[in-house]
C-alpha cells in the first residue's frame, strides 16, 4: 500500500491536528449512517494521502492532508438544530474555516481552498482551483458514500 517512510511522513502531519481537544470533540458529531465527522476527515485526509502517493503526483502534500482533515471541521449536528438543517450544506466549509483558524492559526491558500471547495458542485461558485482540493473534493464523496453502506475505510 504505502511505505514505512510515507507511513511516517502522513503521521507526522496529522498528530497535531488529531490530537488538538477541539478537533476531537467530532467524535461526538454524527457524520454518515456509520462514522462521526473525527472519523470521516481522517478517512478522507487517507484516503487523499494515498492517492497522491501511489501515483507520484506532484502536490502539497502537507496541505493536501491538513485540508482534508479540517474539512468538516465544524462542531455541531445540523440533523438536530432546525435552523442549520438548510444551510448546512453551503454554510460548514466556512465554519470548518472559522473552527480551524481558531485552533491552528493562520491557513494557506491551499488548505483554504480545499475547505471552501470540498462541497463543490452543490457550491457552484466555489470551484476548487487545485490538484488539492479537487483530490480532497473527489475523495470527501467516495468516502461519504461508502461509509453510507459502512464501509469505514
Ligand atoms: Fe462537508
Ligand atoms: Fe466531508
Redesign the pocket.
Known amino acids: 500500500m504505502i511505505t514505512n517512510e510515507e507511513y511516517e511522513e502522513f503521521k507526522k502531519i496529522v498528530v497535531e491536528i488529531i490530537n488538538n481537544d477541539s478537533f476531537k470533540k467530532m467524535r461526538e458529531i454524527k457524520q454518515h449512517r456509520f462514522t462521526n465527522c473525527y472519523e470521516h476527515s481522517i478517512n478522507v485526509a487517507t484516503k487523499c494521502f494515498i492517492f497522491a502517493k501511489k501515483r507520484k503526483m506532484k502536490i502539497d502534500v502537507k496541505s493536501l492532508v491538513r485540508g482534508a482533515l479540517l474539512?468538516?471541521f465544524?462542531l455541531y449536528d445540523w440533523r438536530e438544530d432546525k435552523k442549520k438543517f438548510f444551510s448546512h450544506?453551503y454554510m460548514?466549509?466556512y465554519v470548518?474555516l472559522e473552527n480551524s483558524r481558531k485552533e491552528f492559526g493562520e491557513l494557506n491558500d491551499i488548505e483554504v481552498d480545499i475547505i471552501l471547495s470540498?462541497?463543490w458542485p452543490l457550491t457552484f461558485f466555489k470551484f476548487p482551483k487545485y490538484k488539492e482540493s479537487f483530490l480532497v473534493c473527489f475523495s470527501?464523496k467516495i468516502c461519504?458514500i461508502r461509509e453510507l453502506f459502512g464501509k469505514i475505510s
Open positions: 474539512h468538516d465544524y450544506s460548514h466549509p470548518a470540498h462541497m470527501d461519504a
